[in-house]
């Protein structure tokens, strides 16, 4: 059998530990017993394929999904997925979700007393191109309170899920977005000890992509695990 | 100069409004080839409570013991009609289920072949980046000498193991944290 080129394991600091005392939920779902290390084999290295004929153009406007406009800030979140190697990603699978210009989710369980809009539900998809590039057109979402400590809020952001060439690349994450006040606060933000790798996280605004008289943009890189430049016999 | 990897985040408790559009829990439509399995299992938090928001992905080889992704070259048959990959959004008592074929043996570390298993990744709101672990099934000799349940403390390597409840039905549960304990990998 081949020998098979692992994943590289992530860089100290940059990937958060599931135990996070600041962020109340992680006390009951954190596992308590070690880890036990995983060697990346073909199960590892092998991920799903996905299709364009899963995922629709129309599928990426999130402004379009209904009769009406969604109230709100139009703006542009476009990017490109890289492997930590610098190499462009084509064809994976970009999931997101966000919270209407309010603040509030198209979702039963969210009751914080903002309006529904019944143009925006709120979720969109993407599949890199050649160059690993996404683009999605949305509206801004809106910042809202949450349950975790005394009058805390979620800085505004946009859910991202996407899919590797592994398993092991598979990420989810959040995009915030630049000069946030309530980032600092957010434990969620805030649950990486390396300050650049959370402020890899704050979108940029994107001058280039803003469509005049239209919509702001903002750009979001997303950087998926890479594997090691040599083939290891027995992983690790 | 190589670039760092986004870090994670939770999925948070909305996962839904995204990731409900692919919902994938019967995997293998009719006249995929291997002995079919529908397994089923809840995920249970500290407290022992179902957790009702939880997103449950699973990745497997087909019966040949073939990965449908560009990554696998070994000569052995794919199928076009299964793509291994399923996803089910837990419900209100944290219940799962997939309905689909036993994969194959897959090459694993040393040259030795892996027992079968699926590969499973859970999200969840608390859980700031996935969680990931394996599924291996019941009364499989090759259980035995998997060179990945090998890596596991013996007394734990059970919490992998699903249990047999029917005619081609199996159930396994994951518990994130307490007695019963299922194992996590570092991954």
Known sequence: MPSITPYRR???????????????????????????????????????????????????????????????????????????????????????????????????????????????????????????????????????????????????????????????????????????ALLDYDPMFTCVADEKARNRLVSLFDWENTIPEYALAYRFDIVLRGREQTPMEHGR | MSLRATTSQTIGPYLRIGLEWMQIEELAPRGVAGERVTISGRVIDADGKPVNDAAVEIWQANSHGRYASPEDKQDKPLEAAFRGYGRSLTDDEGAFRFSTIKPGRVPGPGNRMQAPHLNVTLFMRGLLKQLVTRMYFPDDAANAADPVLALVPAERRATLIARRVGEGALEWNVILQGKGETVFFDF
């Not at chain 1, 603040?103 to 529904?116: F, I, S």
């Open chain 1, 10 to 180: 992530p860089y100290w600091d940059t990937q958060p530990d599931y135990l996070f005392p600041k962020y109340a939920s992680t006390v009951k779902r954190a596992p308590a017993l070690p880890l036990v290390v995983l060697p990346h084999t073909l199960s590892e290295v092998t991920a799903p394929v996905f299709g364009y004929d899963e995922v629709k153009p129309g599928d990426s406007d999130l402004t379009r999904q209904h009769k009406g406009e969604p109230v709100g800030e139009r703006i542009v979140v476009s990017g490109r997925v890289l492997d930590e190697n610098s190499r462009p990603l084509p064809g994976i699978l970009v999931e997101i979700w966000q919270a209407n210009a309010a603040g509030r989710y198209n979702h039963r369980v969210d009751q914080h007393d903002a309006p529904l809009d019944p143009n925006f539900t709120g979720a969109g998809r993407f599949l890199t191109d050649k160059e690993g590039r996404y683009r999605f057109m949305t509206i801004r979402p809106g910042e809202y309170p949450w349950r975790n400590h005394y009058n805390a809020w979620r800085p505004a952001h946009i859910h991202f899920s996407l899919f590797g060439q592994g398993i092991v690349q598979r990420l989810v994450t959040q995009m915030y977005f630049p000069g946030d």
